[in-house]
C-alpha cells in the first residue's frame, strides 16, 4: 500500500519526474546568446510559438518593467592537494561562516582532518603575479561534508578566489566534461576556464558581496544588444540580487516533497529599485528566471504603505542605492501556490525531482508542464544551465 501524503497538497517527488534524451542537455551555451531557442506558450489559449530569444521585445509592452538577478557568480570551485602528502581534492566554497573564516564543501571530506593544510591548484586566470607562491587554506573544523577554513593572514579571500578559484560550473556538466576527456573527444572547449568566466555570468551581473556558487541562468540569455531592443520598447528593468547556491541542484530524494529539506537563499532589494515595483500588478510585467520569482513571492504583497514610505525617504535623502532590504527565503513554491507577483515568467528547462521544475508547474500546471517539455524534447530544444528558454504567458 501506498503511504498517504503528508498532506493533500503534498506532492510525490516521482510526480516531477519525466524522461529526457541526455544528448539534449547542453553543456556550452549558444552564440550568441540571444540566439537560444525560445518556447512561447501562451496559457490562456494554449497555443505554442517557436522563436529565438531575440525576439523577445516582442513580447513586452511599453510601460511595463522586467524583473531580474543581478548576482554575481564567483570562481568558488577549487582544485588543491593536502600539503603532508599530497592527497588531492576539489571543493567549493559556500560562504563566510564566523570572522576570517568560511564554510567548504571538500569532496572526501571524512579523510581530512583538522590542521590539514590545502594548496590550491592556480586557475590561470588570475592577474596576480605568476611567480607568486600558491594559495593555501586551513581546515579548523567539520560539518558533515563541508569544512570550517580560514586563508592565510592578510590575505583576501576575494583574490584568492580569482587567483586559484574555477567557474562553479554545474556537476551534469563538469561530469559530461570528463566523460568526453576519457573518450578522447577533450574535456573542455577551447578557451577553457576564462571562456567558462564568461559564458557563466550574466552580461547584468553586478559585484556585491552575495558572490553566488550557481548562475541564474534565464539571465545567461541576455545580450546588451537584446537589452537595448528592450529598452527602446519602453521595458523598465528592474534589478534584484538573490545569491544563488548550491541549493538550486540538489534533486528531491524524499517521497513527499514538502519533507524535501529546502535551502535558504539571501535577498536583496535596493531602495530605489523597490520603489519601482511599486504599481506591478497594473502592468503586463515580466520575471525572468526562478531566482527571481523566489525574492519576489518571499515580499509581502501588498506592501505596507510605510514600507514604501521608508524607502522614499531614502531616496529623496541620496541614500537609495546604499540603502537596501534585506532577507532570507526557504520558499517552496509547489502546484496549489497563489502567485502574488509573477504572471509572466522567462524560464530554462529544468532538472527532473527539482523543486524548480515544482515552481514551473506550479505556475502552468504541473500535467501541462510535462506535455510542453515533452514537445520540447520532440522539437529537440536543448536543456538545463546552458539550454534553450521557454516564456510563459498569462
Known amino acids: ?148 577554513v580560514s586563508f592565510e593572514a592578510g590575505v583576501n579571500p576575494s583574490t584568492v578566489f580569482e587567483r586559484s578559484g574555477y567557474t562553479p560550473l554545474p556537476p551534469y556538466i563538469l561530469h559530461a566534461r570528463k566523460v568526453a576527456a576519457a573518450r578522447g573527444e577533450g574535456g573542455a572547449r577551447a578557451g577553457g576556464e576564462s571562456h567558462d568566466r564568461v559564458d557563466y555570468q550574466t552580461v547584468f551581473a553586478h559585484t556585491s558581496d552575495l558572490p553566488s556558487c550557481a548562475a541564474p541562468t534565464a539571465g545567461l540569455h541576455f545580450t546588451p544588444e537584446l537589452l537595448a531592443r528592450i529598452d527602446s520598447a519602453g521595458v523598465e528593468r528592474v534589478a534584484v540580487e538573490l545569491q544563488v547556491g548550491t541549493g538550486t541542484f540538489r534533486p528531491v530524494d524524499s517521497q513527499w516533497l514538502s519533507q524535501h529539506p529546502m535551502h535558504h537563499e539571501h535577498c536583496r532589494v535596493s531602495a530605489h529599485n523597490l520603489l519601482r515595483l511599486e504599481g506591478w500588478k497594473n502592468a503586463p510585467s515580466l520575471v525572468v528566471g526562478t531566482t527571481s520569482v523566489r525574492l519576489l513571492e518571499s515580499i509581502p504583497m501588498p506592501l505596507a504603505p510605510d514600507f514604501f514610505a521608508n524607502a522614499q525617504a531614502m531616496v529623496a535623502a541620496g541614500q537609495g542605492d546604499g540603502a537596501a532590504m534585506d532577507f532570507v527565503t526557504n520558499i517552496l513554491i509547489t502546484p496549489g501556490f497563489k502567485f ?38 520532440s522539437e529537440r530544444y536543448r536543456f538545463y544551465s546552458f539550454g534553450d528558454a521557454m516564456l510563459i504567458l498569462p
Open 1 to 148: 500500500m501506498t503511504p498517504l501524503a503528508p498532506s493533500d497538497r503534498d506532492l510525490a517527488s516521482a510526480d516531477l519526474d519525466y524522461p529526457l534524451d541526455p544528448a539534449l542537455i547542453a553543456t556550452a551555451p549558444a552564440h550568441p546568446r540571444d540566439h537560444a531557442r525560445l518556447f512561447v506558450f501562451h496559457r490562456a489559449t494554449g497555443a505554442i510559438e517557436h522563436r529565438k530569444v531575440a525576439d523577445l521585445a516582442e513580447y513586452l509592452q511599453s510601460g511595463s518593467k522586467m524583473v531580474v538577478n543581478e548576482t554575481r557568480v564567483a570562481p568558488l570551485r577549487f582544485v588543491g592537494c593536502r600539503v603532508s602528502d599530497g592527497r588531492q581534492t576539489e571543493g567549493l566554497f559556500l560562504g563566510k561562516a564566523q570572522e576570517g573564516h568560511w564554510i567548504a564543501l571538500i569532496k572526501g571530506s571524512k579523510k581530512f582532518h583538522r590542521g590539514d593544510v590545502l594548496e590550491l591548484q592556480v586557475s590561470g586566470c588570475g592577474t596576480g603575479d605568476s611567480g607568486a607562491a600558491l594559495d593555501r587554506i586551513t581546515l579548523h573544523a567539520r560539518r558533515n561534508e563541508c569544512w570550517e
Open 340 to 377: 502574488q507577483w509573477t504572471h509572466r515568467l522567462l524560464t530554462n528547462f529544468h532538472l527532473p525531482k527539482s523543486t524548480l521544475l515544482a515552481l514551473v508547474g506550479a505556475l502552468v500546471g504541473l500535467d501541462q508542464l510535462k506535455e510542453l517539455y515533452s514537445i520540447a524534447s
